[in-house]
C-alpha cells in the first residue's frame, strides 16, 4: 500500500459538522463578504436619474428577485403567476422534511444518494426560478418583447401574432365544446402525471416507500412544475394563451 493509500484509507468515513463543516462555511462567508465589500467600493451601484412622475419607462422591471414572477406573466394570468405559483413554492418547501423517505437520513445530499430530490430541486430552482429572472432582466426590452444582448432596443420589434387558445386550435369553435375540450386536456394532464405513475409504477420501491399519501403531495407539485414547463412552451411555439377557460377562471 503506497503512502497515499495508506493516508486515505485513514481518514473516516464521517466527521462532525462541528468543527469541520462549520469552519469552512465560516471562511467561505468571510471570504464572500471580502469579495462583496471590494466589489461595493470598487463599482457604484446601476441607480439611474430620479424618477419622473410624468414619464413612464419601458420596459417597467420589478428589482431582479421579482423579475422571474413578472416574466411569468407573460405565460400566465396573475393569480396564476403572483398567487398560486408562489404559493406551490411555500407548500413543496414544508412538504420537503414529509415526504423524504430516503434511508440515508440527514446528511446524505450527494446525487448517488438522492437522485430524485436533487433532480427536482435543481429543476425547480435553475429552471422554474433562475432562468425567469434570466430572461426577464438580460433579455426583455420595451413591451416586454424578448431581445437578444446583441439588438439595441431601438429596433421596431413587430408585435406577436394574436393569441388563440389550445381548444379552439384544436377545432373547437363554441364556447361550450371549448371548456368541455379545456376540461378533458387538464383532466388528462393530470392523470398523465399523477394517477398515471402511481397505477403503472405503484409496485415499485420507489413508490411503495413513499405511499400514496406522499405521492399525491410530490405528485402534485410535480405536475404543476411540468405544466408551467408545458404551458411556456405552448405560448412559445404555438401563441396559446390558455388551455382551458371557464366562466369563473382560465388556465
Not at 393569480?79 to 398560486?84: E, H, P, R, S
Not at 436533487?118 to 430572461?135: D, K, N, R, T
Not at 412552451?233 to 394563451?241: C, D, E, G, I, N
Amino acid at each position: 500500500m503506497s503512502a497515499g493509500e495508506r493516508k486515505t484509507s485513514e481518514l473516516p468515513d464521517r466527521v462532525h459538522a462541528w468543527p469541520h463543516l462549520v469552519k469552512v462555511e465560516f471562511i467561505a462567508a468571510l471570504l464572500m463578504l471580502a469579495f462583496l465589500l471590494a466589489w461595493s467600493i470598487l463599482l457604484d451601484a446601476p441607480l439611474e436619474e430620479p424618477a419622473n412622475p410624468a414619464v413612464t419607462p419601458d420596459p417597467s422591471k420589478a428589482p431582479w428577485y421579482f423579475v422571474g414572477l413578472q416574466e411569468l406573466l407573460v405565460y400566465f394570468d396573475p393569480w396564476i403567476a403572483g398567487v398560486l405559483l408562489p404559493l406551490m413554492i411555500l407548500t413543496g418547501l414544508v412538504a420537503i422534511p414529509y415526504v423524504d423517505r430516503n434511508p440515508k437520513g440527514n446528511g446524505g445530499y450527494t446525487l448517488r444518494e438522492r437522485p430524485f430530490a436533487l433532480a427536482v430541486f435543481l429543476f425547480g430552482f435553475l429552471g422554474l426560478w433562475i432562468v425567469p429572472i434570466v430572461v426577464g432582466a438580460l433579455f426583455r426590452g420595451p413591451g416586454w418583447h424578448f431581445y437578444w444582448p446583441w439588438e439595441t432596443w431601438e429596433v421596431g420589434r413587430a408585435v406577436a401574432a394574436a393569441s388563440v387558445d389550445l381548444p379552439w386550435l384544436l377545432g373547437a369553435r363554441g364556447a361550450a365544446a371549448q371548456q368541455v375540450v379545456g376540461g378533458g386536456l387538464v383532466l388528462a394532464w393530470l392523470f398523465l402525471t399523477l394517477a398515471g405513475p402511481w397505477l403503472l409504477w405503484r409496485r415499485r420501491p420507489f413508490f411503495v416507500q413513499l405511499g400514496l399519501l406522499r405521492w399525491l403531495v410530490v405528485g402534485v407539485h410535480l405536475s404543476v412544475m411540468l405544466g408551467v414547463v408545458v404551458k411556456v412552451a405552448l405560448r412559445l411555439l404555438f401563441s396559446v394563451k390558455y388551455v382551458w377557460v371557464t366562466p369563473w377562471f382560465s388556465l
